[in-house]
């Protein structure tokens, strides 16, 4: 999993989810946009986050959080209970 580089600006910041709440595009391979980061933030519980490129899942909890880079496919499945959310952040200029 990346890290997130020092030059971005935090610009949105989404709902907090659970695991009846989340959104069902979420569940599904997606990206993000060109030049905008997200970092899943889990609040309690564990998610599993899939990277497609690199055929890769972690466990994400309160203490990891899951780092998604730019246009970078990705999918996430709530473990049992779950609350989470994601910041959206993009590169300074």
């Known amino acids: 999993m990346r890290t997130l580089p020092a030059d971005v600006k935090k610009y949105h910041q989404s709902d907090l989810f659970n ?4 959104p069902d595009r979420l569940l599904k391979m ?3 946009k060109a030049n905008t980061w997200a970092v899943i ?10 990277i497609l490129e690199s055929n890769q899942s972690y466990v994400l909890t309160p203490t ?22 994601i910041e959206f952040y993009s590169l300074v200029k």
């Open 19 to 22: 695991e009846k709440t989340v």
């Open 30 to 32: 997606h990206d993000t």
């Open 41 to 50: 933030c889990v609040q309690q519980g564990k998610l599993e986050y899939t």
């Open 64 to 85: 990891k959080k899951g780092i998604v880079a730019p246009e970078q496919e990705h999918k996430i499945k709530p473990l049992g209970e779950v609350e989470f959310y």
